[in-house]
């Protein structure tokens, strides 16, 4: 499982893990039923705190893609991908909504929004 | 506890190199076998106060799985076992250099230390490390400078007490200062543990 | 049992310096960080929960139990490290550890050869010789032989160098791969904490700030920015300590919320590092 850990990013260091393996799972690199490192070893890989691996599986849990069984570790939980897929689809096309209705506010083409979000698309890569 | 009395003697391992010469000095000054089975047995138990104000000894011992009584206990055991040792390795060289000694030397020069060793003992932890060194050595000279002189004016001034001892038969005497030296040495360890056990480290 | 160590109301007063009504948890399984400056009363605490010192009043309970009635018990399953020596500098290694071992019924001669081994500790030079780290590294792998649950060190990495502070904080995660494995320490050094410590303990002249999870002080403590005209008595409120200068103000919160909703987006909140929250505290806790 490959995980990278940025000490200088925004983004607390639970919530990197989280979506590290979150996307790992959508890309189906992490199969339902695989082990996933316990959280005491997976803090010492990182070099990071416990209580933060604690709280990264905690809300993968939570949000069911993993499972934790008592004396025997945790897995990826069998996920309906086209579920997923359909539900961020859903999300998306409600956000673009949002861009376009503010785009047409200040008169930003339909041409100049694609450049735009090419930009960003490409730089986020 | 065993392991308490014993780590004296880890301790002291190249101190223990000069306890022969040591004895062996006495010997040749042909000191009298009492004083000499004396200074034997003091010895191992008050360089062990020496080692122990040296490094943070309390913080260690008392961080171990000891209690505080036992640390104490394994002082006062720790001294008769080492004056035992020491007797018998004193009787062993005063035999060899072909001193002869007495049964009775033993019972003094013994006494004499358990004694001292009451007296003593509890002086190490009221006073802060340091001074302990020269409280022993001040307690010493003490006790085997002045303290014969005293004991020799009391004798013949207080006639009634020492006419009171000479009547007194020999075992009657032996008896009466075993029970006195025991009941001073109990009476010590107790005091010493209530010391210890109320001391911060 | 969660809590391995529980301090209930602790005080200890003594002529210049008091700790004052201290309440302690230490959780099972996670590692606590103790901070504070010099002479907040680290030592003194430590000192209390290894029964070097004993409370004026309230309760040190480890493992559930109680000091007058289960020490050997207690202390079986305590490792400790001091910041000084205190083992017999006059002996090697061998001497201290045949002087140590059979203190412990669950010893582990294998263990301590290990470690011996790992932190290259020659066992057969006088302690007095060994460097600083190395005299910690020997400390440490004593306290490490007899399969201690709580690890109580009193300000380890003081005086070591970055690379040897890094090693030790290695050890102490491969340590905590056992889960009943609870490590508690002073230090004044918070970048050892950032890494390691699931819980921070802060203890200011003898009071206990706060002890919460790193998450927890991550959410609360904020360094706030801003222009001096948005300070008034209510706004200042908000803040713990203000530092005031001509270009504006710089402060210390404990509630990042309650400042998002005062302030919104009139001011730079950044998250406050352990060595904020110490700098501006060392006036003191204002008591709300």
């Known amino acids: 499982m490959k995980i990278i850990i940025s000490n200088s990013s925004k983004e607390p260091i639970y919530e990197q893990i989280t979506s590290q393996i979150k996307s790992a799972i959508l890309a189906g690199e992490l199969q339902e039923g695989t082990a996933i490192p316990s959280m005491r070893k997976l803090a010492k890989d990182l070099k990071i705190s416990v209580i933060t691996t604690k709280r990264a599986y905690e809300e993968l849990e939570k949000a069911g893609f993993i499972y934790s069984i008592v004396g025997k570790g945790s897995f990826i939980a069998e996920q309906n991908l086209e579920v997923i897929k359909e539900k961020k689809l859903k999300v998306i096309e409600e956000q673009l909504g949002a861009v376009v209705t503010n785009s047409r506010e200040i008169g930003l083409s339909l041409n100049e929004l694609q450049q735009l979000l090419k930009i960003i698309y490409e730089g986020e890569g | ?201 | 049992m969660e809590n391995v160590v529980e301090l209930t109301n602790v005080t200890k007063t003594f002529k210049d310096f008091s700790i004052k009504n201290m309440d302690l948890q230490v959780k099972q399984g996670f590692v606590t960080g103790f901070i504070g400056a010099n002479g907040a009363g680290k030592s003194t605490t430590i000192k209390m929960i290894m029964n070097l010192l004993r409370p004026d009043a309230g309760e040190v309970k480890l493992f559930g139990l109680d000091y007058k009635t289960h020490e050997k018990a207690m202390k079986e399953r305590i490792g400790f490290v001091y910041d000084g020596n205190v083992f017999f500098d006059g002996l090697n290694l061998k001497d201290i550890k045949r002087i140590v071992a059979p203190a412990y019924k669950q010893w582990d001669d294998t263990l301590f050869y290990r470690y011996v081994e790992q932190f290259e500790l020659p066992l057969t030079k006088a302690m007095k010789t060994f460097s600083k780290g190395m005299q910690m590294k020997a400390s440490l792998a004593i306290a490490l032989s007899h399969h201690a649950e709580l690890i109580i060190m009193d300000e380890p990495t003081a005086g070591l160098d970055p690379i040897f502070r890094r090693e030790l904080l290695d050890l102490l995660q491969e340590l905590m791969m056992d889960g009943d494995r609870t490590i508690f320490f002073s230090t004044h050094i918070t970048t050892d904490l950032d890494r390691i410590a699931d819980y921070i303990a802060f203890i200011q002249s003898g009071e206990l700030v706060f002890n919460q999870s790193i998450h927890e002080v991550a959410e609360n403590y904020a360094l706030v920015k801003g222009g001096l005209e948005l300070l008034d008595r209510d706004t200042e409120k908000a803040f713990i300590h203000i530092h005031r200068a001509p270009t504006g103000f710089e402060a210390l919160a404990d509630n990042m919320k309650a400042v998002k909703s005062i302030f919104g987006d009139t001011v730079v909140i950044e998250r406050a590092s352990l060595e904020d929250i110490m700098y501006y505290m060392k006036g003191g806790v204002p008591h709300v």
């Not at chain 2, 010895?43 to 260690?60: G, H, M, R, S, V």
Request: with cysteine.
């Open chain 2, 1 to 201: 506890m065993f392991n308490l009395i014993r780590r004296d003697v880890i301790l002291q391992k190249k101190m223990l190199l000069t306890f022969i010469p040591f004895i062996g000095f006495f010997i040749f000054m042909d000191s009298h076998p009492a004083l000499i089975f004396l200074v034997a047995s003091i010895f191992i138990p008050f360089n062990a106060y020496a080692y122990d104000e040296k490094a943070e000894t309390n913080i260690l011992l008392n961080s171990l799985p000891y209690t505080r009584k036992e640390i104490i206990a394994s002082r006062y055991l720790g001294a008769i076992v080492y004056m035992a040792l020491s007797i018998a390795v004193t009787s062993l060289a005063l035999f060899i250099f072909n001193k002869p000694f007495a049964l009775s030397d033993i019972a003094i020069g013994g006494g004499l230390f358990l004694l001292f060793t009451a007296c003593t003992f509890p002086l190490f932890y009221i006073f802060k490390p340091g001074y302990i060194s020269s409280v022993v050595l001040i307690s010493f000279i003490f006790l085997a400078g002045i303290g014969p002189p005293i004991v020799i004016f009391l004798a013949e001034n207080l006639t009634a007490i020492t006419d009171f001892i000479a009547s007194l038969s020999i075992p009657v005497i032996y008896t009466g200062a075993a029970v006195v030296i025991m009941t001073l040495y109990a009476v010590s360890w107790g005091v010493t543990t209530i010391i210890y056990q109320r001391k911060a480290f």
